[in-house]
């Protein structure tokens, strides 16, 4: 992937506040939507959830998990020409409290000031979605397939 | 669900022509990103994929699947006020011939007029996933679960 490219997946990726999130319930797929949050190296994807959710209750069970970012639709002639990257990789659910919290809290309510209820239930926890891999489709037959690395290596471009 | 919220359900699935899809791979949920048109009864969700591509490959081998039709990020102040609704289902690829495919041809056509040239490529079907269920989110805490029966009443409202 050439610096370009990559600079395209990064812009891509820092761009978009909400992604598809796929989990496995009963052995079938199941997508909702999430708001996420991702490190500034790529090296994890943070989501904020509850434990009534539906997804919440599937990645407890079952951590293997995906990712789409997808420029939204602005009505252009051929929706495939969209951009969107796939991200597939393990759900850990992180510590409710501690430095790490704290630095994610603040991040987290920067991007979503109305995310600050959230800090005062009890059902909502932090988890990191770390990618295995990825799949950047730039546009119209433009497929690149990247290791974790090479995700981290975007982010630096 | 009052005639209110299956009328904003139905809105969401008219208004929308691209999708998250959620497939297995390798046994892990994979979410890519399709273009659809829902039947006008929602007794199913027509998709046009090649068999180069994943999802494709995914669904040839493991039919249940997962749609995820959300209002596109408008950059307002809370993204988890966004309409969206889940399906789940069984994907079925067409017959590449018969009147059927002529209709859905033509809607296609009128839909995504950019498509045109996957009709001249052997390696393009149209799948049609029927729902067994689906999951509509009309806003923060409006959580609805539909049958199959429920969402096609649905597009009647």
Redesign the interface.
């Given at each position: 992937m050439d610096a370009e490219t990559s600079a395209a997946l990064a812009r891509l990726i820092r761009s978009?506040?909400?992604a598809?999130?796929?989990?496995?319930?009963g052995?079938?797929?199941?997508?909702?939507?999430v708001?996420f949050l991702a490190a500034p190296d790529f090296s994890a994807f943070t989501l904020r959830v509850s434990r009534l959710a539906?997804h919440t209750q599937d990645i407890e069970k079952e951590p293997?998990?995906?990712?789409?970012i997808?420029e939204?639709?602005?009505r252009r002639?051929?929706?495939?020409t969209?951009a969107?990257a796939?991200v597939?990789g393990t759900a850990v659910r992180l510590a409710a409290a501690g430095a790490e919290h704290e630095r994610l809290k603040s991040a987290w309510l920067e991007r979503?000031?109305?995310?600050a209820v959230t800090f005062e239930l009890a059902d909502f926890s932090f988890w990191r979605v770390v990618p295995h891999e990825a799949?950047f489709?730039a546009g119209l037959g433009q497929t690149y397939n990247l290791s974790a690395a090479a995700l981290r290596a975007a982010a630096a471009a």
């Amino acid at each position: 992937m050439d610096a370009e490219t990559s600079a395209a997946l990064a812009r891509l990726i820092r761009s978009q506040r909400i992604a598809a999130f796929g989990t496995l319930r009963g052995g079938a797929p199941l997508v909702s939507l999430v708001s996420f949050l991702a490190a500034p190296d790529f090296s994890a994807f943070t989501l904020r959830v509850s434990r009534l959710a539906w997804h919440t209750q599937d990645i407890e069970k079952e951590p293997q998990v995906s990712l789409l970012i997808a420029e939204a639709d602005d009505r252009r002639a051929d929706p495939q020409t969209l951009a969107r990257a796939t991200v597939r990789g393990t759900a850990v659910r992180l510590a409710a409290a501690g430095a790490e919290h704290e630095r994610l809290k603040s991040a987290w309510l920067e991007r979503f000031p109305e995310a600050a209820v959230t800090f005062e239930l009890a059902d909502f926890s932090f988890w990191r979605v770390v990618p295995h891999e990825a799949r950047f489709v730039a546009g119209l037959g433009q497929t690149y397939n990247l290791s974790a690395a090479a995700l981290r290596a975007a982010a630096a471009a």
